[in-house]
């Protein structure tokens, strides 16, 4: 029944046999290839890549971009206030009219209105303009965020595959000297105690495997939620990896994306507390109107109340010009834009001292990952030179065989555990390599050169 094509392959796979393809059926053995040719299959994806799906696809910069959008349209508001409107509308009678009812019938109307000069309006376009520059560098912001997310999460999985490589080493290294000290044991050359330990070394390199399993499949969950990929489907290129710049904070600072919006945002509540007050300054607001009315007397005897005769055409035009004298609301709103912008100005400088800290603690934690990333690179060639030494007597001898008080010849065991050893050096320097540079990243934002780093990968 299966010969060819994914259904032949599926019914080996399923061996010990023809019995187990028979019970399946072939719908069900159809259905199971169809699943695994609509499997994800993963591919290698470069770091940029990654950094710029995240940030399509974050949901923060998506509310982000919807701020940006409410404060473009506030601005664009207060300017508006000096902008005419003009609106028409129709009176037109829809039954007879009785008596004298007060109003004029009009066909229809028209009207213009505008504000030619307010001190307070003039500062809420500026707070607006303020708002606005706050909004589009919480979204700047937002988005080295994502990158920075994206990135560590990146460089973490190329790390926990390079450590998961080598774990696997190391197990393959342990189940041979797990043979070896079986052999020896029973011969009665090691005692069980060397055999024992052997197992053991197995199994902390089976949890430490799992471990990484665990970690990479967290990781890999945690790139999809970012990206919006299928889970798995993303196979990291290390050489897409630009080398972090190893930054300082004696180096130049500049301001961050997140600091120069919250003194953005100080700024705006400032205005609007100072337009506030300025309404109490009995400063006049000057407006201009214009009207037109096209009055009709169909289905109306309007004529019949005036002296004359209702004129068809009727327009007027002017300016008003009003001046605040007490209005205890404008008191009050007064006080709370100014709690406001008081608020937003200690929240500013709160995020400044912040930073400073965040320097502080980053800078110190540098030094220290500095010299751990140095001192586990130093032991890792140590065990890859002990492991060559151990090879090259394991092949020619000590040299000293019989020679009163020389060493004894190594036995088939050391190999193993220098092989384990040196990787297990290798997978601790990778981790000190990735903890510095994920300080690296963090230093980098906090100093306000996150853009220096996303400049790097879009160039790549």
């Known amino acids: 029944m299966l010969q060819q094509g994914p259904l032949r392959i599926i019914a080996l796979a399923l061996q010990p046999g023809e019995r187990v393809t028979r019970l399946v059926g072939a719908p069900a053995v159809a259905a199971l290839a169809f699943g695994l040719a609509s499997a ?99 979204l700047k912001d937002i988005k080295e ?37 079986q052999q020896r044991t029973d011969a009665g050359v090691d005692p069980l105690s060397s055999l024992l330990q052997a197992k053991l070394t197995a199994a902390q390199l089976k949890l430490s495997r799992l471990h990484l399993e665990t970690r990479t499949a967290t990781l890999a969950e945690q790139l999809s939620t970012l990206t919006g990929l ?51 300054w009995l400063l006049p607001e000057v407006a201009f109107g214009a009207q037109y009315n096209r009055n009709t007397t169909l289905l109306n005897d309007i004529n019949a109340y005036y002296k004359q005769n ?31 912008a008081l608020r937003a100005r200690v929240e500013s400088e709160q995020a400044e001292q912040q930073n400073d800290i965040q320097i502080s603690q980053l800078t110190a934690s540098l030094r220290e990952l500095d010299a751990q990333e140095e001192v586990a690179n130093l032991k890792q060639q140590i065990a890859e030179e002990q492991l060559k030494s151990v090879v090259a007597q394991l092949e020619v001898g000590n040299g000293a065989t019989g020679t009163p008080g020389a060493p004894p010849q190594l036995s088939p065991t050391a190999e193993q555990r220098a092989r384990i050893d040196e990787r297990q050096k290798y997978v601790d320097a990778l981790d000190s390599g990735l903890d510095l540079s994920k300080a690296r990243l963090d230093l980098l934002r906090a100093l306000g050169h996150m853009q220096d780093w996303l400049d790097e990968l879009h160039a790549r």
């Open 40 to 138: 994800p299959m993963p591919a290698q994806v470069s770091l940029t890549s990654v950094v710029e799906l995240a940030q399509k696809n974050s949901a923060t910069v998506h509310l982000a971009q919807a701020d940006v959008q409410k404060a473009a349209s506030l601005f664009s508001q207060s300017e508006d206030a000096f902008v005419p409107s003009i609106s028409f509308g129709s009176g037109l009678p829809a039954f007879p009219e009785i008596g004298f009812t007060g109003s004029l019938p009009t066909i229809w109307e028209g009207s213009a209105q505008a504000m030619v000069f307010s001190m307070p309006q003039i500062r809420y376009i500026q707070a607006a303009r303020a708002g606005l520059q706050s909004a589009q560098l919480a």
């Open 145 to 181: 965020q994502v990158a920075l997310d994206a990135s560590t999460a990146y460089i973490e999985m190329d790390t926990v595959n390079s450590e998961l490589e080598a774990v696997h080493e190391q197990e393959e290294d342990a189940e041979r000297l797990v043979e070896i000290e």
């Open 230 to 280: 299928p889970a798995g489907s993303i196979v990291t290129n290390h050489s897409s990896i630009p080398e972090i710049p190893a930054v300082s904070a004696g180096e130049s600072q500049i301001s961050t994306p997140a600091l120069d919006a919250a003194a953005a945002q100080a700024r705006s509540k400032a205005l609007i507390a100072k337009a506030d007050q300025e309404h109490l």
């Open 310 to 340: 209702l004129p068809a055409n009727n327009f007027s035009a002017g300016f008003s010009i009003k001046v605040p004298v007490f209005n205890m609301f404008l008191h009050a709103k007064e006080k709370e834009s100014a709690a406001d």
